[in-house]
């Protein structure tokens, strides 16, 4: 597609299969950068200048499943395991809550046992209660990462966290392509994760109340630019109100090291092109430039935010734990101190000419659109 065909599809509100399709093909620097400046401006039109900030705290790298692109997958005995105390996970939300982010984002492996669901009960209690003293009326607004768990638990959960305003959970279905979906999800007892549990996972959580937010990894070996549409397609089927994308970035820790990666620079591009391409699709949804990306190349999450995101989820997370949490290799921010943090806001709003929304919960357009909340 050449710059002036690309200029006449931009021109349309809604896109056709073709047309997304014809977005993630892109490689051309000039039609590339007329994408991501679109999805940039839309991004404005639609959700004004704020940038949304969520304080990302990783509680645990105990896992009892072996994703196979996962460095904390059950099978990396090289993984040396953690768990925050209770302490050192609310001291991390208040760090946040006193830095005007006004959510937190809970992240950790997955494990299913009434150990780990009661001590996230009372994590989410206590952050709540910090939040209220802190001086937020409702309580800070909480993000849970924590795979699939059962209808009770998401309840329980729902109930602990205390402000049902704000209540989100992050849950990304990985890649809409079945076949790799269970490549990627089978260890060596066969399937450990499956598409209609996924999507159960989904509806429940939507049903109970919680903001739904979803995702898949970009550049996956042999995940196709189809599969990408398919899956932006899969997103606006499930209504999703927010969004979590990264480039695919092997482990060392996974079981994909055969399957190699995607060039960075091609890598790059299509993460942007795909970013930009769901910001087109789907315009009311939060999105969240992801950690991979900023792993990917210095700046990363900027360059997120110049394509269409309008989410950034800062790590807070305890100096001494951070290295544990190894997705992929080499991940950003292991290393970074608290005050990075300051430095990565600044950054943002300089590069991109953002302002954080500071002491407020951010839900997304979408969420508010269909639940009738006007404050966000
Ligand atoms: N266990 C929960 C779950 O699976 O939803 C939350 C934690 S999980 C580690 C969070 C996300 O990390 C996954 O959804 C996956 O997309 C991403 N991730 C894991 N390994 C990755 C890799 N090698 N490259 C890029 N993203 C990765």
């Known amino acids: 597609m050449n710059l002036q065909t690309l200029e006449s599809v931009l021109a ?38 704020a940038l949304w900030f969520r304080g990302l705290i990783e509680i645990s790298n105990y896992c009892i499943y072996d994703c196979r692109y996962c460095g904390i997958r059950k099978g990396n005995h090289q993984a ?83 402000n049902r305003k704000a209540l989100r959970y992050l849950l990304r279905i990985e890649t809409s392509n079945l076949e790799l979906f269970n490549y990627l999800h089978s260890g060596k007892g066969g399937a450990q994760k499956t598409w209609p549990a996924r999507l159960e996972a989904l509806a429940t959580l939507r049903k109970l109340g919680y903001q739904v937010g979803t995702g898949v990894m970009i550049g996956i070996p042999g995940q196709s630019l189809e599969d990408l549409v398919r899956d932006i397609r899969t997103f606006e089927s499930l209504d999703a109100d927010m969004l979590g994308m990264g480039p695919y970035l092997v482990s060392h820790g996974g079981d994909m090291v055969a399957d190699g990666m995607m060039q960075k620079d091609a890598l790059l591009t299509l993460t942007r092109n795909m970013l930009s391409a769901t910001r087109l699709a789907l315009p009311t949804v939060n999105m969240a430039a992801a950690t991979a990306l900023e792993t990917l190349v210095t700046g990363g999450r900027t360059l997120g935010v110049l394509s269409g995101c309008n989410v950034i989820m800062p790590n807070v997370t305890p100096q001494r734990t951070r290295a544990s949490y190894q997705l992929y290799d080499n991940k950003q921010g292991t290393e970074s101190e608290p005050d990075s943090n300051v430095m990565l806001e600044q950054e943002l709003e300089a590069v991109t000419g953002r302002v954080i929304g500071r002491h ?9 659109n269909r639940s ?3 404050a966000h």
């Open 12 to 49: 349309k509100d809604t896109f056709t299969d073709e047309d997304l399709l014809a977005f993630l093909s892109l490689t051309d620097t000039e039609c590339c950068a007329r994408l991501w400046r679109e999805a940039y401006d839309r991004t404005t039109r639609v959700h004004g200048n």
């Open 360 to 368: 407020r919960f951010g839900s997304s357009l979408h969420f508010r």
């Open 372 to 374: 009738g909340l006007l």
């Open 80 to 162: 040396q395991r953690y768990t925050l105390t209770p302490d050192e996970i609310v001291e991390a939300a208040r760090y946040a809550v006193r830095a005007g982010y006004g959510s937190v984002a809970l992240q950790a492996g997955e494990r299913t046992d009434e150990k780990f669901i009661a001590f996230v009960e009372d994590v989410l209690r206590r952050i709540h209660r910090m939040s209220i003293e802190e001086g937020i009326p409702e309580g800070c607004g909480v993000t849970l990462s924590f795979g699939e768990q059962t209808e009770e638990t998401y309840e329980r959960w729902a109930q602990a966290a205390g």
